[in-house]
T-cell receptor, first 116, second 112 residues
């Protein structure tokens, strides 16, 4: 089955700096890679996603890059703000055979702290 | 448009008991999946329901079971609770074939 590794487990930056979180996946059939932000005691919220036919996607201060050959993808947050502090999860999914629509395999999470 | 709602938000059970958690999917979503999130870990896929049938399952024993109703709401049942079942249980809904999942706020289960 799919295995997703996420690094680092904790990341501390100063406000205004950039933050980068990296993930690797094992299943070459994976073709959808979302990133979720989870604040303490709240639901995971999708912040950006990318499909395997795209190498990079950007949404304001957030960008995701995907290297299919190396099987890794990264989240980049620029101009970080204290409200970016949260746990970030990467995930991967393979849409094979129509039975895995909901099956996301998540990484272990990265606790991001942005200091004012 | 309503989001995904789950109940109860918190509950405490003892080992060996049974628990039922409930989920109402987002309006228009007819696919529901359940995840277990242990403290400090990423969510782990339990199973998915579509058209009232389970059509995908993760590495969870049979004592984890579920239902989906005609209105697309869903239940997660766990029998013979163990201490390691203590976790946040997340429900997520989606359109069939869609990648994007919308999560509920979860039900936090503590097993003593």
């Amino acid at each position: 089955g799919e295995n997703v590794e996420q690094h680092p487990s904790t990341l501390s930056v100063q406000e205004g700096d950039s933050a980068v979180i990296k993930c690797t996946y094992s299943d070459s059939a994976s073709n959808y890679f979302p990133w979720y932000k989870q604040e303490l005691g709240k639901r995971p919220q999708l912040i950006i996603d990318i499909r395997s036919n795209v190498g990079e996607k950007k949404d304001q201060r957030i960008a995701v890059t995907l290297n299919k050959t190396a099987k890794h993808f990264s989240l980049h947050i620029t101009e970080t703000q204290p409200e970016d502090s949260a746990v970030y999860f990467c995930a991967a999914k393979a849409n094979a055979g129509g039975t895995s629509y909901g099956k996301l395999t998540f990484g272990q999470g990265t606790i991001l702290t942005v200091h004012p | 448009e309503t989001g995904v709602t789950q109940s109860p938000t918190h509950l405490i059970k003892t080992r060996g008991q049974q628990v039922t958690l409930r989920c109402s999917s987002q309006s228009g979503h007819n696919t529901v999946s359940w995840y277990q999130q242990a403290l400090g870990q990423g969510p782990q896929f339990i199973f998915q329901y579509y058209r009232e049938e389970e059509n995908g399952r993760g590495n969870f024993p049979p004592r984890f079971s579920g239902l989906q109703f005609p209105n697309y709401s869903s239940e997660l049942n766990v029998n013979a609770l163990e201490l390691d079942d203590s976790a946040l249980y997340l429900c997520a809904s989606s359109f069939p074939g869609a990648n994007v999942l919308t999560f509920g706020a979860g039900s936090r289960l503590t097993v003593l």
